[in-house]
């Protein structure tokens, strides 16, 4: 039996990679022009394999690229302090300790090798909000400097970059948009899981107004992903049932995350079962199986929702997100007023449990999350 052809909680590789050719070509071919875009997509799209996809394309044309991701980091000065590493490890350590060091006027790194080998820079003599926006101003320099040296073009991912807004005293948002837009040689992608944080920060009066293509990711078209599905089964030496790959996509809510999520459970059960046919009933077992694994987590999520809040997402669910404020869905799930409704609405919205789609719609972010309010919640 062939190893699982479907791919899911990491980025996919190449032959995982499904229906986004157009965004690709798009983004690798502006990267690689020194272009400042910004990719606003909700969670479970598929943005972080497209920027992966995109990076190793760079890499084959001999451009130098980083990844990092701005939310990872508990403050400003552990957001440069990681930046600099990462751009340290392109600049090829040990140099890092002389010229890479010497770039620094008022506020000299402190490197240094770790047991593993990995390497540590740290900025001991910052202490101050003033302080860290002066070293931001330095550390955001850098990559043109690097690519000067290195002389080769140079491409930096930040993933969740709307985190960046919440480093308030030190105008990031200013000093970044200062320092990239002088960087001919280096192309930036800004990608971001929360769409309305994102489009604030290239809203007008904010410094990124203007200041690069936009790229708004939106779904796979549902018929080629369904393919791709049967594709797969196939190749790997299991015959789907008519119309599986599509069911698979309908009740995934076409999320390629949840998607290849159920198409990876779906043919890891049927390999278990020795089964060399796939059908609509093993997809709907192993969905089974899934709630079941969920069910723990999806009731500690449900019981810490208020009454109110639990009624809109049963709406939400039911009424495939649309009218949700209208007398009936307010009479039939026992809703109050039109102003509570929207606050309840808000709060699963800022919880990360809903989404609001382009055509004003909102969905349940996790299809599983979906289908166990649908199955168990009254």
């Known amino acids: 039996m062939s190893l699982n052809p479907f791919v899911y909680g990491e980025v996919v590789p190449k032959s995982a990679f499904v229906g986004r050719a157009d965004e690709l070509g798009r983004l690798t071919a502006d990267l690689a022009d020194g272009q400042k875009v910004f990719l606003i997509s909700p969670r479970r799209y598929g943005k972080s394999s497209l920027i992966g996809q995109s990076l190793r394309a760079l890499e084959r044309q001999r451009v130098s690229t980083l990844e990092i991701t701005v939310s990872s980091f508990s403050s400003y000065v552990a957001f440069l ?5 990462a751009l340290a490890t392109l600049a090829e350590a040990p140099a890092a300790r002389s010229w890479f060091v010497d770039l620094f006027s008022g506020y000299p790194p402190e490197v240094r090798r770790e047991s593993g080998g990995a390497l540590a820079i740290s900025f001991p003599t910052v202490r101050s909000a003033r302080d860290a926006a002066k070293l931001g101003a330095e550390v955001f320099a850098l990559p043109a400097r690097i690519a000067a040296r290195l002389r080769r073009r140079l491409v930096i991912a930040m993933d969740e970059f709307q985190a960046i807004s919440k480093y308030e005293d030190a105008n990031v948002e200013d000093t ?18 929360e769409p309305s944080l994102m489009e604030q920060m290239i809203s007008p009066r904010r410094p990124f107004y203007r200041a690069g293509p936009v790229v708004r990711l939106g779904r796979i078209p549902a018929d080629v992903f369904a393919k791709f599905l049967d594709d797969r089964f196939r190749r790997s030496g299991m015959t789907p049932e008519p119309g599986l790959g599509a069911a698979i996509v309908d009740v995934s809510g076409n999320l390629p995350y949840d998607v290849q999520r159920l198409a990876h459970e779906t043919w890891d059960d049927a390999a278990v079962a020795r089964r060399r046919r796939v059908t609509l ?42 009218a949700i404020m209208s007398a009936d869905n307010i009479a039939r799930y026992r809703m109050t007023r039109a102003s509570s409704i929207q606050i309840s609405l808000n709060r699963l919205l800022s919880l990360g449990i809903v989404h609001r789609e382009d055509d004003g719609r909102y969905t349940v972010v996790d299809s599983l999350m979906r289908e166990w309010v649908a199955r168990r919640t009254y």
């Open 281 to 322: 009933d093993d997809v709907h077992a192993t969905l089974n199986r899934l709630l079941s694994e969920q069910e723990v987590f999806f009731e500690g999520i449900w019981e810490r929702l208020t009454l109110l809040q639990r009624a809109v997402l049963r709406a939400i669910v039911h009424e495939d997100g649309k």
């Open 176 to 193: 970044l948009r200062a320092a990239v837009q002088q960087q001919r040689q280096v192309g930036y992608v800004f990608a971001g899981s």
């Open 81 to 85: 302090e990681g930046y600099t590493r």
